[in-house]
């Protein structure tokens, strides 16, 4: 006999455990999905195998009997479904471990089975199955334990009368993990929509022709080596540097920018009055000025957008105006010298395509500038919804008074893409040493490679393009005897030796010469 204080009804708490591992299970792998950009939700994929693999006979009985709401009946079809499936293996659990475990096992197979054979299906889908099983096994073993606890100590004829602690502790345990899934869950569903939805936006979203001829990017601006950086960045590849946290999901029909401040004239433009006007593409070598010396976060992309400057002479600044601080819909700010992004010889543009598409969600969709020859960190603000005209003494962008320069204008590099430090190579090998340089807006006229003491010695340049974009570079070396340090440095149009001087990244971009060893025997 039980003595009282003892569980009543433990199969029912049993149950219970494998509810709310359920919900982990469900509460992770939408947080994961969520953290993967929307992608492989298991409701979703489960949802729809179920929907294709159902017959046509049940498909409209439900449609019959649920009509729009036939896919809400589904989902709660399929809740009450796991309910009863997870409340069965809570029971196995307690009763015959790790049973009830592998219930949940079989259940993330199945659904990692869903997510990976859909259509549209990505390597990293699978992922949110397999955390969501993780969190949910632990959950059960965590909790069933805790019950089995209980009902040893309440088995025990000496205990006290006192509630029991482990009574506690299990109900402690379920609810707190209950709720905590409840919450995550919902909040990371409503999360992965709202991201799934903006992607379909962006799909839908159809860039108008540039005025300007496109730039063409000559075959010679390519130089043909394994292993050198491509000309133009692909978006894929594109570094991605920011403090979203989660990257800010805008339907550009809701989009609008307003230019306001120290100007004559407020002007607001939205999202339709952008695209219609006369668009220009322009090629533009965008970098961070957290950059190591032989560091990657650096790209070069086609922007497509509407020079700053025309909306600028809208505006009208007023006199003693000399920055212009541009807003993220996340709060990031930036502090833009007002001369660089009036001047008729710098492309500052409010950009929407990159690369022939529509911004890349981390990259700024819908609207973000770029300004060729400036950090990003003064200058290209994603997601931009404002730009105040104002002064560098009255405001500041957000990194300044994060110990960042005020003004980050781009200093003259170059780095070693190929070969990687510490290769070998044999006597007399053909080494092709090869990178990029650039200083955007000023350009790059020549490029010098030193094998150890050596002289320097110029490398071969790949076409410019434009200055507002980086160069490839290569020099074919003839492999000697010895361990090798190879330096590069840039010389710019304006005929400046990029100097060796090594300065760290703060306050304003690290300077110094991209140096790499080769063995050769
Ligand atoms: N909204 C927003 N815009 C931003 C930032 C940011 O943190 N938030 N970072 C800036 C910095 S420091 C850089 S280097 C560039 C990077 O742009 P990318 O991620 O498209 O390469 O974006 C700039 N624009
Ligand atoms: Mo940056």
Excluded at 207 to 212: F, R, T
Excluded at 280 to 302: M, P
Excluded at 426 to 450: E, F, N, S, Y
Aim: proline letters at 7%; hydrophobic letters at 50%; aromatic letters at 6%.
């Amino acid at each position: 006999m039980p003595s009282s204080g003892s569980p009543s009804r433990p199969r029912l708490l049993a149950a219970s455990a494998g509810v709310v591992a359920a919900l982990a299970f469900l509460a992770a792998a939408e947080l994961a999905a969520l953290v993967l950009g929307g992608a492989g939700s298991p409701l979703v994929a489960v949802g729809s195998a179920v929907i294709d693999l159902a017959p046509a006979g049940a498909k409209d009985l439900m449609v019959s009997l649920f009509g729009t709401g036939d896919k809400v009946a589904l989902f709660v079809l399929m809740g009450v479904l796991m309910l009863a499936v997870s409340a069965g293996a809570g029971i196995l659990e307690r009763a015959r471990p790790p049973f009830g475990a592998l219930v949940f096992a079989a259940g993330g197979a199945l659904s990692l089975l869903a997510v990976t054979t859909r259509s549209d299906s990505g390597m990293l889908d699978g992922a949110p199955s397999v955390v969501g099983v993780a969190a949910a096994i632990i959950v059960l073993r965590l909790v069933t334990a805790r019950l089995r606890r209980w009902e040893a100590v309440a088995a025990t004829p000496t205990r006290s009368e006192a509630p029991l602690p482990e009574r506690r502790a299990f109900l402690g345990w379920t609810a707190t993990a209950g709720a905590l899934a409840l919450v995550v869950g919902t909040g990371s569903r409503l999360g992965s929509a709202a991201v799934q939805r903006a992607a379909a936006v962006r799909r839908a979203v159809h860039l108008p022709k540039p005025v300007n001829t496109p730039p063409t990017v000559p075959a010679g601006a390519s130089l043909d080596v394994a292993g050198i950086t491509p000309y133009v960045t692909p978006n894929a590849d594109f570094y991605r540097i920011d403090t979203a946290l989660r990257v800010p999901s805008i339907d550009p029909a809701d989009w609008s920018i307003r230019i306001h401040g120290a100007v004559e004239h407020e002007v607001t433009l939205t999202w339709d009055e952008l695209l219609a006007l006369p668009l220009e593409e322009h090629l533009a070598t965008l970098s961070c000025v957290s950059n190591e010396v032989g560091g990657d976060l650096i790209g070069n992309a086609r922007w497509l957008g509407y020079p700053i400057r025309e909306l600028l002479a809208r505006a009208v600044p007023k006199a003693g105006a000399d920055m212009v601080l541009s807003r993220s819909i996340d709060g990031f700010t930036a502090g833009t010298p007002l001369d660089v992004l009036q001047d008729d010889g710098t492309d500052a543009m409010l950009a929407v395509g990159m690369n022939g598409e529509p911004l890349p969600a981390e990259h700024g969709f819908p609207v973000r500038m770029v300004v060729p020859g400036l950090f990003g960190y003064v200058s290209a603000t994603k997601w931009v919804t404002e730009m105040e005209v104002t002064r560098f003494a009255d405001a500041q962008g957000y990194w300044t008074p994060r110990g960042w320069s005020e003004r980050g204008p781009v200093k003259l590099e170059s780095r070693i893409d190929t070969p990687a430090s510490g290769s070998s190579a044999m006597v007399g090998d053909r080494v092709a040493i090869a990178g990029v340089a650039w200083q955007p807006h000023t350009g790059v006229k020549a490029v010098q490679v030193q094998i150890g003491d050596a002289a320097w010695q110029d490398a071969e340049l790949a076409d410019s393009v434009s200055a507002d974009t980086w160069r490839q570079w290569v020099f074919r070396w003839t492999a000697t005897a010895g361990e090798h340090q190879v330096r590069v440095r840039a010389v710019s149009a304006d005929g400046e030796v990029q100097t060796s001087v090594e300065r760290p990244p703060a306050p304003n971009g690290a300077t110094g010469w991209d140096t790499i060893t080769i063995s050769v025997r």
